[in-house]
């Protein structure tokens, strides 16, 4: 492991050159959060792997668990010997077994491989936005319950449901030294003759005449780390039957946080995400309408990276998102779907709306809470749904409790309404009601449905 002229507090993996005195957040294991590929096992699946280096591809993917072997001593891990021991001679003399782990994956699923892409363009010390305007994304498409089961790695209490945890790393690189070739052997060891490339902010000279040299800001524990790595919990659910084993389903979800331009750094504004979906109606794709909000937002002092302060509407506190068309792009205004039913994405004929377990919103829906059978205009329960965050169903309810500003309404769309358009060849605009507020902030989207 490369430490450059850190000095580490020891010698186990919760010491690196990132994390020279051993800190840790939760059970993290820092060489195995710094380093990647980690060289032992690791509970991580991978996904992809962006990078300017697509040389390393064939290297990244064979030293991936998802269907190769990593191996460690085997033992009891109270004894330190045990936990010490990184090669089969070590273990061996220390009374453990060498042993190999795999996460077993299919070799010929490519939702199960591991997918290396350049990654995208942006701005210099700007996490965001790309070279068109748009934030930087992967297109990630989720393996199924299904394929997740086989390999018996997963723990399964609901045969509809796997629960997750999505991981992702942020790593900042640098070529002032051969990263991928700087090893162990080149620790500073001053005893050794052995000088490191990097060294704590080095004088350097620049070559004119009388100056004694220019001290460079470089922390050999900052210089080429990890700098983000976050952790998100989510479900996957087993594909409803109603819905074509070959149908693409789209996730329409919310991103972002609230408050204004300062309050949400380093986040951005309430946006839609993608603000600009393609779908393809020859092939039947799904569109999965979802969003989180929050009841507790606490953007109070010190209020982490950016500035105190939830800016917006509605009551402090609280977030909300909701999905209503508009006219075009332009248009701060809803469209009023009684008047304008062959326009609707959800209304006259142009898409069937389901609920999360695949049943129509319009005919199959019934049962408590609400106890009555759904009916009345094609789509309109639908339009309804995400117009108020899930707390009207259906048009007959009573709604004396509504608050235009939904702050009664759920904070989170729980479940999602599933669309499937049927009407190809048109662009539907969409707007939030309560967040597209005009002096900075556009939480706009649209919808393309392809022939």
């Known amino acids: 492991m490369f430490t450059a002229d850190q000095n580490l507090n020891g010698h186990p993996a919760i010491y690196t050159r990132q994390n ?117 994304t992967f297109n990630w498409t989720a393996p199924t319950v299904d394929s997740l089961t086989t390999t018996g790695k997963v723990a399964v209490f609901d045969t509809n449901y796997i629960k997750c945890i999505l991981r992702v790393r942020y790593n900042m690189s640098t070529d002032d030294y051969d990263p991928w070739n700087t090893t162990a052997s080149s620790n500073n060891n001053p005893g050794a003759g052995i000088k490191s490339p990097v060294t704590q902010n080095p004088t350097v000279d620049v070559g004119a005449q009388d100056l004694q040299g220019l001290a460079l800001a470089i922390n050999t524990n900052q210089f080429g780390r990890t700098f983000q790595d976050r952790s998100h919990v989510f479900y996957l659910k087993k594909r409803p039957a109603a819905f074509s084993p070959t149908a693409k389903i789209f996730n329409l979800n919310v991103r972002g946080k609230r408050g204004n331009i300062v309050q949400t750094y380093p986040a951005v504004e309430y946006d839609f995400v993608p603000m600009l979906l393609n779908v393809d109606q020859s092939n039947g794709d799904l569109i999965h309408f979802q969003w989180c909000g929050s009841n507790t937002h606490n953007n109070g002092d010190p209020a982490g990276d950016g500035q105190a302060g939830d800016a917006g509407e509605g009551t402090g506190g609280t977030d909300r998102s909701n999905w209503v068309q508009s006219g075009d792009s332009d248009s701060n205004f809803p469209l009023p779907l009684d008047k304008y039913v062959a326009e609707s994405l959800l209304l006259g004929g142009n898409s069937v709306c389901y609920d999360f377990d695949g049943l129509n919103v319009d005919t199959q829906k019934t049962g408590a809470p609400h106890n009555f059978a759904y009916g009345g205009t094609p789509g309109m329960n639908c339009a309804l749904t995400l117009a108020t965050s899930g707390q009207f169903l259906h048009t007959g309810e009573a709604n004396s409790n509504f608050d235009p500003l939904l702050n009664n309404a759920p904070a989170s769309l729980i479940g999602g309404i599933v669309v499937a358009p049927q009407t190809a060849g048109r662009t539907y605009n969409y707007i939030n009601t309560r967040n597209n507020n005009f002096s900075n902030r556009a939480q706009k989207g649209a919808i393309n449905v392809l022939a």
């Open 20 to 136: 020279p005195n051993g800190n840790r957040r939760g059970l993290e294991c820092p060489a195995e959060r710094d380093y990647y590929p980690y060289w032992a096992p690791s509970p991580w699946r991978d996904i992809a792997y962006l990078t300017d280096r697509l040389d390393l591809g064939d290297w990244i993917k064979s030293e991936s668990m998802n269907q190769n072997t990593k191996y460690k001593c085997k033992g009891t891990y109270t004894q330190t010997s045990i936990i010490q021991a990184l090669n089969p001679a070590d273990c061996t003399s220390a009374g453990g077994t060498w042993t190999g782990f795999t996460h077993g994956m299919s070799a010929t699923d490519p939702t199960h491989q591991v997918i290396v892409e350049q990654m995208p363009w942006t701005r210099d010390n700007h996490l965001g936005n790309g070279r068109d305007g748009q934030p930087i």
